[in-house]
């Protein structure tokens, strides 16, 4: 799932350098925690948070073909 978080973002923005995705557990499942450059921020989260939700559900997807709960949280 982090890999398929990383090749959408780095996609979307225009630095794709910049973009790093960190994995971390908690009760709930897997955390992925998405940063990218300031100046990417709004290319990520979309009008109104549709991309946003659109990343979420994809990642979603994929984690549910693997049994496992996954959800994205998006940093500056």
């Known amino acids: ?7 959408i973002a780095k996609a979307l923005v225009d630095s794709p350098d910049a ?3 960190r994995e971390s557990e908690d009760e709930q ?3 992925l925690h998405l940063t990218v ?3 990417d921020m709004g290319k990520v989260i979309g009008k109104q ?6 990343i979420r ?3 979603k997807a994929a984690a549910s073909r693997e049994n496992k709960r996954v959800s994205v949280e998006i940093m500056q």
């Not at 799932?1 to 090749?7: G, N, R, T």
């Not at 948070?49 to 659109?54: D, M, Y």
């Open 1 to 7: 799932m982090k890999e398929v978080l990383e090749i």
């Open 19 to 21: 973009v790093s995705v």
């Open 29 to 31: 499942g897997i955390v």
């Open 37 to 39: 450059a300031e100046s």
């Open 49 to 54: 948070g549709r991309i946003a939700k659109a």
């Open 57 to 59: 559900t994809v990642v």
